[in-house]
């Protein structure tokens, strides 16, 4: 049975209801969602978007973890800060934030892709690698095995790697770290066999296996099978086929031609036919369901590469199965905005980063603006649809988004980036209970 969306009054003002959605959501992160995205509270005013740029939930309180202040990758430019994760295994674990930065060429003086990272318990933050072939960095993940994997988001590659000179597209990285030493980088290795891409969303299953995505308005999902766990350098590549050549049901996993994956894998998955999604972005994992945000699908009409977007949900097993967990019209309000003469309507537009919640539902960032932050209950009643998609969370920033929502080794804490801020500060911020934040300090 589809989800129905619950009429609003007549009588109610649309920028500030989403719909009627008056219940707790429970969990670690117990809310009560917010009534509204911050259309009526977008500001440009430098000390509340340096200080409190989130519309958030009563009794939860926001802090920066690290901006520009106390690093500047890029002087003159935005920093762009993307993806995050934590050593979330090892020694030390949870106490450093690993962090992507998606400044492209041509952005001020170039400088060249970067990651950093934050020791949570000093405040200090560093560049951990920085390279001029870089572009682009996005994707980011800790790995079973105590690396991290980033990769960049590059359709056409402006600077080859010199250990893949042939890839057309961006690559994949495996950043290795000395022993007990997660701050001091061993070595850095590209990993090719997992394909020339428009890198973004980064995944891991209990057996090693590594699922990637292609960044593109008709791009796949990606699944690479190791000959050995936790090494990278060799293996099959390949990519998901739904079996009735829609875009749901019953699908497939499909053997790539490896050396073509390694050039330009968009060629190689277009070759059998690989289903197309519109701008698959990120991906999570949560137990045996893989869910991917599609930022620009419209899940009525399959041939629209401007639509409002929706989650994927891909049900893992020998026979995959493929449907829509987050959809527009059917268990979310579509967004209207407003407008001089026109009032708005809150609603789902545009996903783009995914978080695992410490209670297993999913959370997802919008790549719109005004950015906001949804909750997404999970699917009880086998109808394939999320059982509810909860505002928690609104940027009063109109020029800047919200990326790479990630809870780490703590489930009361929530990072969140800004990126291309109107301040012109990127930064990370952290949302917690308010209960929490005290019981910290």
């Known amino acids: ?66 901006d520009e202040s106390d690093l500047d990758i890029y002087p003159n430019s935005g920093d762009w800060t993307d993806m995050n994760t934590v050593n979330e295994t090892g020694k030390h674990a949870g106490r450093y934030l690993y962090r992507t930065h998606e400044v492209r ?3 001020g003086s170039y400088l060249g892709g970067a990651v950093s990272v934050v020791d ?17 960095l996005d994707g980011l993940v ?30 994949l990285y495996e950043m290795k770290f000395e022993k007990d030493a997660p701050t001091e980088v061993k070595e850095i290795k590209v990993r090719p066999m997992l394909g020339s891409l428009a890198h973004e969303g980064i995944e891991i299953d209990e057996e090693g296996n590594v699922y990637v995505i292609d960044e593109d308005r008709k791009g796949s999902i990606y699944k690479f099978v190791p000959n050995s ?3 990278l350098s060799s293996g099959q590549l ?18 790539l031609d490896m050396n073509q994956a390694q050039i330009n894998a968009r060629v190689a998955a277009q070759a059998v036919n690989a289903t197309p999604f519109c701008r698959p972005e990120d991906l999570e994992r949560i137990r045996n369901t893989l869910y991917a945000a599609l930022t620009c699908e419209d899940a009525t009409d399959p041939n629209n590469i401007d639509g409002p977007g929706a989650i994927l949900a891909v049900k893992l097993g020998a026979v995959p199965k493929v449907s829509y967990f987050v959809q527009p019209g059917v ?56 059982d509810g998609v909860h505002l928690f969370a609104s940027l009063k920033d109109k020029s800047a988004e919200g990326t790479g929502i990630y809870f780490g080794k703590d489930p009361h804490t929530l990072f969140v980036n800004i990126q291309h801020s109107e301040t012109g500060n990127d930064k990370t911020i952290a949302i917690t209970p308010k209960s929490h934040h005290k019981s910290r300090d």
């Open 1 to 66: 049975m589809k989800k129905s969306i619950l009429a609003l009054p007549a009588c109610v003002v649309l920028t500030t209801l989403v719909y009627a959605d008056a219940v707790f959501v429970n969990g670690p992160m117990k809310f009560r969602p917010i009534a509204a995205s911050a259309y009526e509270q977008t500001t440009s005013d430098p000390a509340i978007l340096n200080s409190k740029p989130w519309v958030i939930p009563k009794g939860f309180t926001q802090h920066i973890i690290s």
């Open 229 to 231: 766990y936790g090494d």
């Open 105 to 107: 060429p041509g952005a």
């Open 142 to 171: 800790w790995t079973p095995w105590r690396s991290i994997l980033f990769a960049e988001e590059t359709i056409t590659a402006q600077f080859p790697d010199p250990d893949a000179p042939r890839a057309q597209s961006g690559m």
């Open 120 to 136: 949570l318990k000093t405040g200090k933050a560093k560049i951990l690698a920085q390279r001029a072939d870089w572009e682009a």
């Open 238 to 255: 390949y990519v998901l086929r739904v079996k009735n050549g829609m875009k749901i049901g019953q699908a497939e996993w499909v053997a």
């Open 331 to 386: 268990n979310v309000p579509f967004e209207i905005k407003p407008t001089n003469t026109t009032r708005g309507v809150t609603g789902f537009m545009r996903p783009d980063n995914l978080a695992n919640g410490p209670d297993g539902k999913l959370w997802i960032v919008e790549d719109n603006d005004n950015s906001d932050i949804w909750v997404a209950v999970p699917d009880e009643d086998g109808d394939g649809y999320s």
